[in-house]
């Protein structure tokens, strides 16, 4: 008789590597050597997040079965009563992503293999071009294409305010933060575009993200205005309390659409993706609960004709960036990744990460999803506290913008 392989045990870490707090989950079991890492990271809650791991699921599924990955997410999940937060869904993300590591290690296989094999040997990435000016970010996109980048997102630093993209008009005694004119905003962009083209040309794939930083009429002008400009996608316009207006964009214009960096609740796309409101689903795995929902967004996804280009920051530990891609490499409707990069710090700390080459992500053929945590390398950047600042965006009046 097969022994049962149960889960003994469960560790968080929280590391700092690059200044970004990244929270790792390790699920041990009674097989000798046999483990799995998962990506629990919320960067602006981190410790809430390893709470719910220790203090709750922990102790609900110690002994428990790890190839039941579908019961054992139900139960966490579930357990709680009340879910689809964030803090939730990324303590259960941790583990259910350790547990499909787990089951590539047992069956000898990369996890692509376990859900459906590969439909394609690498994964076309976007990267990033920001920068403080025009000029900067253009330059910085014409060296991405000189690296081979095919898909460039056009951005001025996104978390530092926007500081060239607005007027001053703000109230004596206004609060600390950053400020953002949107109708500025929306006048530098399109400045942007329009240069980018002129110099470019429009064989790159250019992309850019709104970070649901302007009002909804404004939103819907801008991807107008944009059209002529033929992005790959137009990301994250909107908030997902505002998504109903996406159905206003589309029946104005043809800028294709990405939406997902801040769902949560599968309320919040199912409609977008039946009623053909996005053209890509950008949702971040461990914000939705991990490996075992998004196998089923991208299938619903796929339905409807709506691509993926998965939500890829730096706030994510290269175990869920890996994740992502092995679902992107069996994804027939698979649209593009983000790429982030590493610091040479994250290396440090983690093995296993993709190689680029050309614009592309060739991941390892390991066992799981192929990336190792050296725990030794990880306390050499011990968390850090603080309070978060790059979301206290503001309006010109100085209150507080909700993205």
Same mark, same amino acid.
């Given at each position: 008789m097969v022994k049962l392989i149960k889960i003994t045990n469960i560790n968080t870490y929280i590391t700092c590597p690059d200044g970004i707090n990244l929270i790792v989950v390790r699920v041990d079991t009674n097989q000798p050597g046999l483990y799995g890492l998962g990506c629990a990271t919320y960067t602006q809650r981190c410790k809430a997040v390893v709470t719910v791991i220790e203090e709750y699921i922990k102790p609900l599924i110690l002994g428990r079965n790890v190839m039941e990955t579908q019961e054992l997410w139900n139960l966490m999940n579930n357990n709680g009563y009340w879910r689809n937060?964030?803090?939730?869904?990324?303590?259960?993300?941790?583990?259910?992503?350790?547990?499909?590591?787990?089951?590539?290690?047992?069956?000898?296989?990369?996890?692509?293999d376990l859900i459906g094999g590969k439909s394609r040997e690498a994964v076309a990435l976007y990267c990033y071009a920001n920068g403080e000016s025009r000029d900067d970010i253009l330059e910085k996109a014409s060296k991405r294409i000189e690296e081979g980048f095919h898909? &460039?997102?056009?951005?001025?630093?996104?978390?530092?305010?926007?500081?060239?993209? +607005? =007027?001053?008009?703000?109230?004596?005694?206004?609060?600390?933060?950053?400020?953002?004119? *949107?109708?500025?905003? /929306? +006048?530098? /962009?399109?400045?942007?575009?329009?240069?980018?083209?002129?110099?470019?040309? @429009?064989? *790159?794939?250019?992309?850019?993200?709104? #970070? !649901?930083?302007?009002?909804?009429?404004?939103? &819907?002008?801008?991807?107008?205005?944009? !059209?002529?400009?033929?992005? @790959?996608?137009?990301?994250?316009?909107?908030?997902?309390?505002?998504?109903?207006?996406?159905?206003?964009?589309?029946?104005?214009?043809?800028?294709?659409?990405? #939406?997902?960096?801040?769902?949560?609740? *599968?309320?919040?796309?199912?409609?977008?993706?039946?009623?053909?409101?996005?053209?890509?689903? =950008?949702?971040?795995?461990?914000?939705?609960?991990?490996?075992?929902?998004a196998i089923k967004l991208a299938h619903f996804s796929e339905a409807f004709g709506?691509?993926?280009?998965?939500?890829?920051?730096?706030?994510?530990? *290269?175990?869920?960036?890996?994740? +992502?891609?092995?679902?992107?490499?069996?994804?027939?409707?698979?649209?593009? +990744?983000?790429?982030?990069?590493?610091?040479?710090?994250?290396?440090?700390? @983690?093995?296993?990460?993709?190689?680029?080459?050309n614009g592309y992500a060739y991941v390892n053929d390991k066992p799981g999803f192929g990336i190792e945590f050296n725990e030794v390398n990880a306390k050499k950047y011990p968390h850090q506290d603080g309070i978060v600042e790059w979301t206290q965006f503001r309006h010109t009046d100085g209150s507080l913008f909700t993205p």
């Amino acid at each position: 008789m097969v022994k049962l392989i149960k889960i003994t045990n469960i560790n968080t870490y929280i590391t700092c590597p690059d200044g970004i707090n990244l929270i790792v989950v390790r699920v041990d079991t009674n097989q000798p050597g046999l483990y799995g890492l998962g990506c629990a990271t919320y960067t602006q809650r981190c410790k809430a997040v390893v709470t719910v791991i220790e203090e709750y699921i922990k102790p609900l599924i110690l002994g428990r079965n790890v190839m039941e990955t579908q019961e054992l997410w139900n139960l966490m999940n579930n357990n709680g009563y009340w879910r689809n937060g964030p803090v939730v869904n990324n303590a259960v993300s941790g583990v259910d992503m350790a547990l499909w590591d787990i089951k590539g290690k047992i069956a000898n296989l990369p996890v692509y293999d376990l859900i459906g094999g590969k439909s394609r040997e690498a994964v076309a990435l976007y990267c990033y071009a920001n920068g403080e000016s025009r000029d900067d970010i253009l330059e910085k996109a014409s060296k991405r294409i000189e690296e081979g980048f095919h898909y &460039i997102r056009l951005q001025y630093f996104p978390m530092q305010g926007y500081s060239q993209c +607005q =007027r001053d008009w703000r109230p004596d005694g206004a609060k600390k933060g950053f400020y953002q004119d *949107p109708h500025a905003y /929306i +006048q530098e /962009i399109i400045g942007l575009f329009g240069d980018a083209r002129s110099k470019l040309g @429009f064989e *790159p794939e250019l992309i850019h993200d709104v #970070h !649901e930083r302007i009002p909804v009429s404004d939103a &819907i002008s801008l991807a107008k205005e944009l !059209e002529p400009m033929k992005l @790959f996608f137009l990301e994250d316009l909107l908030s997902p309390e505002y998504s109903d207006y996406y159905k206003i964009i589309k029946n104005v214009c043809t800028t294709p659409i990405a #939406h997902g960096e801040l769902c949560t609740n *599968p309320l919040e796309w199912k409609r977008l993706i039946s009623e053909h409101l996005i053209d890509f689903i =950008r949702v971040h795995f461990s914000m939705i609960g991990g490996f075992t929902p998004a196998i089923k967004l991208a299938h619903f996804s796929e339905a409807f004709g709506v691509r993926t280009a998965w939500h890829g920051p730096t706030d994510m530990n *290269p175990v869920g960036h890996v994740a +992502q891609m092995h679902m992107d490499l069996v994804s027939p409707n698979f649209g593009i +990744q983000e790429w982030s990069e590493f610091a040479d710090s994250v290396h440090e700390v @983690f093995e296993g990460i993709p190689k680029v080459k050309n614009g592309y992500a060739y991941v390892n053929d390991k066992p799981g999803f192929g990336i190792e945590f050296n725990e030794v390398n990880a306390k050499k950047y011990p968390h850090q506290d603080g309070i978060v600042e790059w979301t206290q965006f503001r309006h010109t009046d100085g209150s507080l913008f909700t993205p």
